[in-house]
């Protein structure tokens, strides 16, 4: 199943030539996630080819203008462009109301549904599960409502050994049960442990999106054991005063949470526009972190 | 005296890549004046050297999102950049709702002040009126409330012929009665009439930005004589229907306008995004108005 993500924004609130502001594209099994929604979005995904009309999900940490600027003129190019399928949309409430107004100012009716749900900074939850993934709400520490979001692929079902199936002549009907991890109690009253007969499927992958933050540990379990952990990391630690009183992460705690919650991966971005280049808080991160790359606009990870 | 526009978007609602939704930087005697603020202004403005800083009036002609949905965006870098000077906004009364609650929600409080003129668009008005210009509301035709704006240079006190100053021998205290048009006497009586001691002054320069609109003459004698004039051209005349029907123009219409308005010269934008070169826009155009040139992003256009 593809799980990969394409880094549309990666810079903070300030505007700096060349950066777009946080907005990030999850694509899970063909089906298209979006992940924040800064100003200028839409051009990004034009520029990256990413297809705006492929989207199903939108997802929305916090109402601070560079994570979601964008969204009433990508609804509303939506909207142009002849869509019908509603947008499943998850948000703080606030954002309804910042929608509807505008929408009413410009006389548009969207000719498709756009269905809300609100998150709630207050708790971790599960906000949607399909046939692909779970995805709960990770409560972050931003002086502000703001949650992260944890993508889990679905635990897959036990995969049948067919050499074991074939010697107990396993009846085709019971593989379902097996998969579920059943034993099999054969017609004679044998009784055959499931793991004789099944192996594990692979262990569901994940991928975590934390922006914005101050570091707190409070958050740190849901996270954990993340196949790729995208963290912000606005300024070098250096900056770390300046990082907690805006309720931010430096590059040093980005690694460090990455090390202590046990990603397989880490990626950084939401760089502060005083960073004209990226190498030191890429090299700040390593530091404590090896496996980290910086989310800059237009690279796309495979999360695996 | 400067005087210059400079474009920064000049595509129609549904985005394209490479260009940008409207907006336009008009610096006159070194101060700058935006009009419109599409989204992704901002951007525009730091890939094209326009400050932001220097921004001291923004005019925002309607609520379509292609035409405003920038603005909080660069509010909020204003603010964070540290702002002190006031922003004088010229914009429909619903766009303080809309702004108003958009920093509500990001909990911000802008340390300058946004001070409101709500324009009318049922009838022209000054707007504002500085040393350096005045600008006027015109009242355009797009099926929701819409102004264009004309920007025109202050009428220059008449100049003293020198010779003439000279040869009558008239005190220094009188040269700036006669600027303003009055006549001299002199201490024996005798009278000097105005026209026989300055000159007219030149023109005033005048620019005029007409989006979105329906063809209409009833604003065509408002900006007749324009120095520059800026008018939409969503379309080809091929599909007038279209035009009508979305309350825009075409680009013979806009050609067709320059000539009747005896405008000096013709920049036409607001493009679909349909059209993926403009040169067939452009020679609709000068078919009937040669002066034309197409406002497009990054360019430059004296107003002379």
Do not use: W
Not at 275 to 290: G, H, I, M, W
């Amino acid at each position: 199943m593809k799980f990969e993500v394409t880094i549309l924004g990666s810079s903070s609130a300030t505007p700096i030539h060349n950066r777009n502001p946080s907005a990030q594209a999850l694509n899970i099994n063909e089906k298209l996630y979006l992940i924040d929604c800064g100003e200028g979005t839409q051009q990004q995904m034009l520029k990256f080819d990413v297809k705006a009309s492929r989207i199903e999900h939108i997802f929305i940490s916090h109402l601070h203008g560079d994570h979601y600027l964008g969204l009433v003129g990508l609804l509303s190019s939506l909207h142009l462009n002849g869509r019908k399928k509603p947008i499943n949309l998850y948000c703080p409430e606030l954002l309804k109301e910042i929608i509807d107004i505008q929408l009413k100012s410009s006389e548009t009716e969207l000719q498709y549904e756009v269905a809300y749900r609100f998150t709630d900074s207050g708790k971790a939850e599960v906000i949607l599960e399909n046939q692909d993934i779970i995805v709960e709400t990770i409560p972050l520490d931003h002086g502000m409502r703001c949650t992260g979001f944890l993508f889990s692929e679905k635990k897959r079902l036990r995969k049948l050994i067919k050499e074991k199936i074939d010697e107990y002549n396993i009846p085709v009907e019971y593989y379902t049960a097996l998969k579920k991890g059943a034993d099999y109690v054969a017609s004679d009253g044998r009784v055959f442990k499931n793991e004789t007969l099944t192996t594990d499927s692979a262990t569901p992958k994940s991928y975590v999106y934390c922006s914005d933050t101050l570091y707190n540990e409070q958050y740190f379990d849901q996270i954990s054991n993340a196949t790729l952990l995208y963290h912000e990391a606005t300024f070098l630690n250096n900056m770390l005063d300046r990082a907690n009183e805006t309720h931010h992460t430096t590059a040093l705690q980005a690694g460090q949470i990455a090390l202590k919650t046990h990603a397989k991966r880490l990626l950084i971005g939401h760089f502060s526009a005083r960073y004209k280049t990226l190498n030191e808080l890429l090299d700040e991160a390593r530091s404590v972190f090896p496996d980290t790359e910086l989310a800059v606009e237009g690279k796309t990870f495979s999360i695996e």
